[in-house]
């Protein structure tokens, strides 16, 4: 059975920094693509990053482009989110999801097998 669990989330200050981890078991996912994407309350969910199985290919949603960094550690089935310089329009739950494959895509219907999510609060 797969199962993504994100954690790392919380409270913090405007221009302060949380890492996200996520963590995957059962299914090996080392060759998947894997992407970070949140949800506002009222809001759909919204692309934030994902990754390429090496690691090698990144991309980033316009709005936290050289702010948030993706990484991944395949040895340890994981997937990080260093969030830095958060704005209270990052608040959110943050979800982490396989994707299926090159190229990286953002639409979340493009992914499969979704984490329960983590709150991410950023406060004015």
């Known amino acids: 059975q797969v199962q993504l669990v994100e954690s790392g989330g919380g409270l913090v200050q405007d221009g302060g920094s949380l890492r996200l981890s996520c963590t995957r078991s059962g299914r090996t996912f080392s060759t998947y693509p894997m992407g970070w994407f949140r949800q506002a309350p009222g809001k759909e969910r919204d692309f934030v990053a994902a990754?390429?199985?090496?690691?090698?290919?990144?991309i980033y949603a316009d709005s936290v482009k050289g702010r948030f960094t993706i990484s991944r550690d395949n040895a340890k089935n994981m997937v990080y989110l260093q969030m830095n310089r958060l704005k209270p329009e990052d608040t959110g739950v943050y979800y982490c999801?396989?994707?299926?494959?090159?190229?990286?895509?953002?639409?979340?219907?493009?992914?499969?097998?979704w984490g329960q999510g983590t709150q991410v609060t950023v406060s004015s």
């Open positions: 999801a396989v994707g299926r494959g090159l190229p990286l895509r953002t639409e979340p219907a493009l992914y499969d097998y």
């Open positions: 990754i390429s199985w090496t690691g090698s290919i990144k």
